[in-house]
């Protein structure tokens, strides 16, 4: 069963930054997916930003600009920088990874922004 665990979150002024981590138990060289999602309270679950194997990228248009998806493979992280936070950045941010066909999914990390 692969793991992952989520860090970085916290509680941050608006404007500030924060680099969100995500280490997995098992290899990520070959994911073929890796994405971080948000889910507000009350709201359902997003994409924030996903990076394929190949390095290509998406971002939500909420964060395009804001922020940047990256891994590094040698220490099965992935990780999410977001600049410029907003009160509407507030959720739990979720970890999610594709491996030989299988998801797995973290237990989320909080970031909270106030103003």
């Known amino acids: 069963q692969v793991q992952l665990v989520e860090s970085g979150g916290g509680l941050v002024q608006a404007g500030g930054s924060l680099r969100l981590s995500c280490v997995t138990s098992?290899?990520?060289?070959?994911?073929?997916?890796m994405g971080w999602y948000r889910q507000a309270q009350g709201m359902q679950r997003e994409l924030v930003a996903s990076?394929?194997?190949?390095?290509?990228?998406i971002y939500a248009d909420a964060v395009k600009g804001r922020c940047t998806i990256s891994r590094d493979n040698g220490k099965n992280t992935s990780y999410l920088q977001i600049d410029t936070l907003k009160p509407e950045d507030t959720a739990v941010y979720y970890c999610?990874?594709?491996?030989?066909?299988?998801?797995?999914w973290g237990k989320g990390t909080l970031v909270t922004v106030y103003s």
């Open positions: 098992a290899s990520i060289f070959s994911a073929n997916y």
């Open positions: 990076i394929t194997s190949s390095g290509g990228t």
């Open positions: 999610h990874i594709v491996i030989r066909g299988m998801d797995y």
